[in-house]
């Protein structure tokens, strides 16, 4: 493709510069802002040639991605190679603001998001997500010359906190206690989302008074990497305390972990509590969901979105923020069994393994923890579906940890909607459990478990539910492709698809050997996306996850009938429940790529009136251009095309039928 | 001889572009399109109008909204880079109409917007070949020099 061609060929020029990457470290360069290097994401190959011309002749190093995900992978080969990144809001294989919070949290890399969009809602959005600009296009060279602001500004402002966090260190504690606890309630709210920004900037500049100090004559120092381990202990901490008054200092005193520093648990709060909101707020919007079941798979991979599940639950409005602590706290209070361990290992190794500046899978693997623990403790019914659940996990480690986690991570923030319908419903249905002591005995055959990549078994009640929605994947037990069908049917290329459970669901899981693949097929299409983001290679991966689920299969067979029955059970119960909210859950997943569920909402309700304003100024603009044209034409004497003439009526017609 | 050749043509882009400018077809940001173009290559306006039209792939059916709201905002994406403002204003309106899931107006407006689309389709073409005529012409005349 021509942007690959590109993109190899600015890789070409900016390899000359990646040997100066590493000996500077984020010096700015003399010429500044010339040489500034930036990376433009954009699906639109015509947006994307025109802002690397207009990037180029205002002096900038210039790398062009027409796909996020090649994008994120480049990011993170080349950390520090890149001051600043363009990127587009809406893509087809991931959201830009999803890559936006992964860029931010993973490497603290100034975003600008652009949009043909430019809505207020939008750009809201846009700013809550914690970009630094938005562009709205069409984009004039006037500014992207100007973009190199943002790349300064947040180096002074690393400088600036790492130069006052040492002396005012108590002052700030007593005022960012209470600071937090106000940001909690105001997040959403402009003025807090400004200080949430600020807030969140300042924090993770002091997050980087870290645990590794590879390069201490840098201005920006490594940041704090967030275990899983490290997460649970914060989550069992904030539970501990309750999640409206958890404050850093109690959680810091709590967690009693050398090193860590109340700022590093404030920035950590923080972002915990923004995914809280954000994904509350979709959780309203969204519709109903399927059972939330338990984790398959405690893997890194799978924790991303667990964690978003668990927020979404812990956000929503049907359970009370203390429920989700007390999830966490389960969770993590919970003992991690011998497979657990060897699951948190490997993929801590593997995140080690991607360097020291490596967060992305931290964050979410340890968000992600909860959903396993969860299951157990809350359900008693499933011990064993844990351990079970902890076996298949483990056979998952042989999969890329980093990036799959953080592509979970990411798409699944745009799946939010799916997933807290999914979370909600789980919770409930374990409240019910809890509450009823007898699980069913045995799970009908029919009723099959989809295992999310974020740790929820999606109880399908029936293959037609989930084949209303996409195309379906019957997934045999016997079958070794089951799994490709899961990942080729995942695949995050699809034009309505996302790494969205919907898609997940397509697996329908008919036999207890299904349940465990399901899982797999879940995972799939996040490592994919990390890797080949290409359509046609899309099977060549699809079916190195068959391999590599193929071996797994034999250790795990009784382990997952064990679970089978477990979830079958839970499914049945959750179908009676709500078999309709599945099929809402199904349909919307399936019909609605889930980066845009949230976006539609909010735009829709928020906009309604604001759409109908512009229509009418559309309206009578259009409706008037023709008019004055078509009479200067004639006068002109050009001929006419006759599409022209066809214009003037349709466009009132148009008119009319919008101003309706 | 071929230098009159060029003068000419070089009159009728410029007179084609007032008039489209006039229209309302193309805004501002067509120029800065063109200024990109002079500095390198020299089909980088009509590479851009290629691209950008080659996958209008509006969904006839409108049975989803959603999905149409995203290529709507590509096709927004694209029309408002090179410049084609009235196609733009188009996809604004059909996206209005879109999330108010008005068929009928949706309808209308992948009319409108086909129709504009072709307009502007057309008229690029025309100034595309006016100006390879006319860097040909030029050409012949300054053999050395460059375009």
Known sequence: ?660 | MLGWGVDRLRADMSRLLAILFHQGVLDEQFLQLQQLQDESSPNFVSECKTDGYCDCRLDREFSDYKKMGIHLNQFMGSSSSIGANRVRNVCVAFRAASEQNNRAGCLRALELLEHEYCYLKNKLHELFQMEQQRVLAAGARYPLQQH
Not at chain 1, 300 to 305: C, Q, T
Not at chain 1, 394 to 420: D, E, K, Q
Not at chain 1, 479 to 505: A, E, F, H, K
Request: glycine fraction near 8%; hydrophobic fraction near 35%; include cysteine.
């Open chain 1, 1 to 660: 493709m021509a942007a690959l061609q590109r993109v190899t060929s600015s890789l070409g020029t900016s390899a000359s510069t990646y040997g100066s990457c590493k000996g500077e470290g984020v010096k700015v360069s003399d010429q500044f802002p010339a040489g500034l290097r930036v990376l433009v994401v954009d699906d639109d190959i015509t947006c994307l040639r025109l802002l690397e011309k207009m990037l180029r002749r205002c002096h900038y190093h210039v790398t062009t991605c027409s796909q996020a995900t090649a994008a994120l992978k480049l990011l993170r080969e080349r950390k520090g190679c890149f001051d600043v990144v363009l990127s587009d809001v809406h893509m087809p294989d991931m959201d830009g603001f999803k890559l936006l919070e992964l860029l931010g949290l993973e490497m603290d890399l100034p975003v600008i998001m652009m949009s043909a969009d430019g809505r207020t809602s939008a750009v809201m959005r846009g700013i809550r997500h914690g970009a630094c600009d938005y562009l709205i296009k069409p984009i004039r060279e006037e500014e992207l010359k100007n973009i190199w602001q943002h790349v300064i500004r947040k180096k002074w402002h690393d400088i600036k906190e790492q130069e006052h966090s040492g002396s005012f260190e108590d002052n700030d504690r007593h005022k960012r206690e209470n600071d937090d606890a106000e940001n909690a309630s105001s997040v959403n709210e402009g003025a807090g989302v400004l200080k949430d920004q600020k807030k969140r900037s300042i924090a993770k500049e002091e997050d980087d008074a870290e645990l590794e100090n590879d390069d201490p004559s840098a201005s920006k120092k490594p940041r704090v990497v967030w275990s899983v381990e490290l997460h649970q202990q914060f989550v069992s901490a904030v539970n501990h305390l309750g999640i409206d008054k958890a404050v850093p200092k109690r959680i810091l005193e709590l967690m009693n972990v050398p090193g860590l520093t109340r700022e590093n648990v404030a920035s950590h709060l923080q972002k915990f509590r923004l995914y809280l909101k954000r994904l509350s707020g979709v959780a309203q919007q969204g519709g109903i969901s399927n059972t939330f079941c338990g984790p398959l798979d405690s893997n890194v991979k799978l924790n991303p979105l667990g964690r978003f599940d668990i927020q979404v639950l812990a956000a929503s409005s049907q359970i009370p923020p203390q429920t989700l602590a007390a999830l966490h706290a389960e969770l993590f209070g919970r003992p991690s069994g011998s497979m657990v361990t060897t699951v948190d290992e490997p993929a801590l190794l593997q995140a080690s393994m991607q360097g020291p500046k490596c967060i992305p899978v931290e964050p979410g693997m340890a968000f992600g923890q909860p959903l396993v623990k969860c299951q157990t403790n809350m359900s008693k019914h499933f011990p064993q579906n844990v351990v079970s659940a902890e076996e298949v996990a483990s056979g998952f480690v042989a999969w890329p940890s980093n990036s799959v986690g953080t592509l979970g991570r990411g798409s699944n923030l745009g799946g939010m909607s799916s997933h807290s319908n999914m979370l909600m419903d789980l919770l409930q249905q374990q409240k019910q459990q809890q509450q009823s002591q007898q699980l069913p005995s045995l799970p009908e055959p029919s009723h099959v478990i989809n295992v999310q990549p974020s740790c929820l078994v999606v109880p399908s009640q029936t293959s037609a539910t989930f084949q209303a929605g996409n195309s379906p994947a019957s997934v045999n037990q016997n079958c070794s492709r089951s799994p490709m069908i899961d990942y080729s049917l995942l695949s995050p290329q699809s034009n309505n698809s996302s790494l969205n459970i919907g898609q997940v669901s397509n697996g329908d899981l008919k036999t207890t050997g299904v349940s465990g693949y399901s899982g797999l097929g879940s995972i799939s299409p996040l490592s994919s996306c990390s890797v080949n983001p290409d359509n046609s290679s899309q099977q060549v991966q699809s079916s190195t996850m068959t391999i590599r689920a193929a071996r797994q299969l034999p250790g795990l067979g009784p382990n997952i009938s064990n679970f089978q029955s477990s979830y079958g059970a839970k499914s049945s119960e959750v179908l009676d429940q709500g078999p309709l909210r599945n099929l809402g859950f199904v349909g919307k997943c399936t019909s609605i790529p889930s980066r845009l569920a949230v976006d539609e909402f909010e735009s829709t309700m928020n906009n309604l009136e604001h759409e109908k304003f512009y229509t009418d100024m559309n309206g009578n603009k259009v409706k008037q251009e023709p008019n004055i044209e078509f009479t200067d034409n004639t006068r002109v004497g050009i001929p006419i095309i006759p599409q022209l003439a066809q214009l003037a009526p349709t466009s009132s017609d148009l008119m009319s039928v919008f101003t309706e």
